[in-house]
Each structure stands twice: as C-alpha cells, then as structure tokens.
C-alpha cells in the first residue's frame, strides 16, 4: 500500500525545515471497527510508539466496554503516566488499492487533540504487502501472515521512504 | 473485506485531503475534526470528540464514513496524541 504524507499547516514558520509554514506527516485513514460499528480515523504512523494507541473517546463510540479491560501503564514524550485499556479490535487500513483487514489489541488512552498514534503493536499479526509488483486485486490475509513494510510516497505516488516494521509469526 | 465502492471513496478522500487548503486546515489547529467522505471539506470541528461526534450527526452526515483527524495544536510534536495524555 502506498500513502503520500498529508500536510499540516503551522502557527509560524518552522526553523528546522527552513521556514516552511507546512509539515507533512505519515498520516494515514484507519477504520477502526467493533461488532457494533467502525469509525474512520486518520492515525498517525509513529515508529517510537511500542502501542497501537486510540483515545477511550473512539472506544465509547464504538461501544467498546473498557469496563473490565486489562490495564497497562503508558508514558507519554511529556513524561506524563497514563492508563492505557485494551480491548480487541478489528482494523482496516486501505489505501484505495490495496487493503489489509484483521483483529488486533489496541489501547484506549485518555488525551487530548492530538490525534490516534498507530504503533509497532498495532501491525503484528496483518498482513504481508509489498508496493511493488504486488497485485491489486484486494483479500483478506490469513493472520499468520505480518505486515512487513509501508511506502510513503509524495502526492504523485513516488515513493519517498519506506518504513520496516517489525514482525510477529503467530 | 472493503467494496470497490469503499476502495472509491477512499481513493478520492486521500487525493481530496492532499489537496486541501493548508489555509482553512489551520483554521482548526488543536480541535477535532472530520471530514466529508470524499475528503473535499471539513463537516464539523470541535474541542473533543464527543462535540465533534455531535455535530457530525446534526450535520446529518454518516459518522461511519466521516474520517475524524486530530490537527495538532503546536507545530511540532512528540509522541503523536500522547504529549498531552492526562495523567491517571
């Protein structure tokens, strides 16, 4: 699957790009999905986020009880605790072309407006894909299958960069 | 698994939200927002979620296919929505 970062504007022009008023981030729609409902969420791409992690605003909406859910602790780059709850999931993530759909454990975290941070726990157990010579005619994966890497590309689908995930054999 | 339909739609959302005026996106900075499905405008913006889910439905819009995006407040960030996770 290939994504081109999205832009997003700046308050002020940022110094260490030069003084552009724009940054561009791997942002992708993720449609995150319960037994009742899904939602359709950009999420961001962190490399460093060792969670896959959505605000406990998205579980209330798709009806997912966090009631008795097992309890982690998180630490965000502010240095702020924080409880995280997880639950199991379903998610999809396309590009228009290609798509990748399976269940997966995600946390539910309370905070601010900054957006979900897809991280390195969220892409165990998905699916093999690559950008390159791979049909695309869309199907669901067996889940023993692991996401091995994501393109990046510039908004005419040139790829600019590549990120390796890690992967898990189940 | 996604219809071709739903492969469609997500097509013209990402090229529609590439496109989309770095403008009128700042005029949103630190709030919640979401957009129409092919990704052409902004539906709805609100300070939290449960707002923002409430304007998307008097907006009489499908929350379903509405994509919801978090525009950060400040210009560079950290540990994408995690810099401001309240503390528990």
Redesign the interface.
């Known amino acids: 699957m290939r994504?081109?970062y999205?832009?997003?504007?700046?308050?002020?022009p940022?110094y260490?790009l030069g003084g552009v008023?724009?940054?561009h981030?791997p942002?992708v729609?993720t449609h995150l999905m319960s037994q009742r409902?899904?939602?359709?969420?950009?999420s961001?791409i962190?490399s460093?986020?060792d969670d896959t992690?959505f605000?406990e605003?998205?579980a209330?909406?798709l009806g997912v009880d966090l009631g008795g859910a097992p309890i982690g602790q998180?630490q965000?780059?502010?240095g702020?605790?924080?409880?995280i709850r997880y639950a199991r999931v379903r998610l999809?993530l396309?590009?228009?072309?290609e798509?990748c759909?399976w269940d997966s454990l995600v946390g539910f975290?309370?905070?601010?407006?900054?957006?979900?941070?897809?991280g390195m726990q969220g892409s165990y157990n998905s699916s093999t894909f690559g950008s390159e010579g791979l049909n695309r005619k869309?199907?669901?994966l067996p889940i023993h299958h692991f996401m091995e890497f994501m393109c990046f590309t510039d908004?005419d689908r040139h790829e600019v960069g590549t990120v390796r995930t890690r992967a898990k054999i189940t | 698994m996604p219809t071709e339909e739903y492969l469609a739609y997500r097509r013209k959302y990402l090229e529609n939200r590439a496109k989309f005026s770095m403008e009128e996106l700042a005029r949103h900075a630190g709030k919640w927002i979401a957009w129409s499905p092919d990704g052409s405008s902004i539906v709805a913006s609100a300070d939290d979620l449960d707002t923002l889910d409430d304007l998307i439905r008097s907006s009489r819009q499908d929350s379903t296919c509405c994509v919801v995006e978090a525009i950060p407040a400040c210009d560079t960030v950290f540990g994408a929505g995690l810099a401001h996770a309240e503390e528990k």
Do not use: C, K, M, N
């Open positions: 994504f081109a999205l832009g997003l504007p700046a308050r002020q940022i260490s008023s724009i940054r981030r942002i729609p409902q899904g939602l359709p969420i950009d961001a962190d460093a986020a992690i605000s605003a998205f209330r909406r998180g965000a780059a502010s702020v605790h924080f409880a999809l396309t590009d228009g072309y798509s759909e975290a309370p905070y601010g407006s900054d957006g979900p941070s897809w869309y199907s669901s908004l």
